[in-house]
Every structure is written in structure tokens, then in C-alpha cells.
């Protein structure tokens, strides 16, 4: 599968941005989906994923409340709304996909691009 994420800009924290990743291909609902971010001189960090079927969400603590993960099964895209951003939210977003839900929690199979958000203070 191949992903393209879009989305991402410069924002002033207390706002929102909406990420977005289309996948290719006709198996789309074959794949959990998931969001990491990465900023520079750090791992790769699990940011939240989303089951095949879209019945099951999971976040890291420091997005819980802020951010949300949902698909499109019919348009092969998965989302991400991030709403109240803060200055440490900036960071590269790549968009996974991974057959296996459970590995979406450290690591994927499948990675987008990236796509930059910066929240200036």
C-alpha cells in the first residue's frame, strides 16, 4: 500500500489542523492505520491508530482529548483532527498502515511521506 499525507502548516497554538493520508490500492480496509510523529534528534513517536473497520481508537496520552483519528473506508483515507495545539505538537506527521492493530502501537509496516506542522507560541 502507498500512503500520501497532506495537511500539515504552521498554526498558533489553541488551533487546529486536520491531517489527511490516501492510500492506494483496493485493500484498503485490510489495514489498521495510524499517525507518528518525529521531531528532530528523537525516535519516531506513536502519536494514534484506528482499527480496520474504524470500531476502535487509540491515543497517547499526551494527544488523548485533543486529537482524533477516523477512515473513509468508501475514499482509502484516514484523518487526523488536532484541535488545541500546543508549541510541543510540532513535528513531522507520518500517516502507517499495518495489518497487524497491535503493532500500530510502536512501529508500522507501511509509511506515508510526512507532512510538517509547526504551532508557533
Known amino acids: 500500500v502507498q500512503l500520501q499525507a497532506s495537511g500539515g502548516g504552521l498554526v498558533q497554538a489553541g488551533g487546529s489542523l486536520r491531517l489527511s493520508c490516501a492510500a492506494s490500492?483496493?485493500?484498503?480496509?485490510?489495514?489498521?492505520m495510524g499517525w507518528f510523529r518525529q521531531v528532530p534528534g528523537k525516535d519516531r513517536e506513536f502519536v494514534a491508530r484506528i482499527s480496520w473497520g474504524g470500531g476502535n481508537a487509540f491515543y497517547a496520552e499526551s494527544v488523548k482529548g485533543r486529537f482524533t483519528i477516523s477512515r473513509d473506508n468508501a475514499k482509502n483515507t484516514v484523518y487526523l483532527q488536532m484541535n488545541s495545539l500546543k508549541p510541543e505538537d510540532t513535528a513531522v506527521y507520518y500517516c502507517?498502515?499495518?495489518?497487524?492493530?497491535?503493532?500500530?502501537?510502536?512501529?508500522?509496516?507501511?509509511w506515508g511521506q510526512g507532512t510538517q506542522v509547526t504551532v508557533s507560541s
Open positions: 502507517a498502515a499495518d495489518r497487524d492493530f497491535n503493532n500500530l502501537r510502536y512501529t508500522s509496516t507501511y
Open positions: 490500492g483496493r485493500t484498503f480496509t485490510s489495514y489498521a
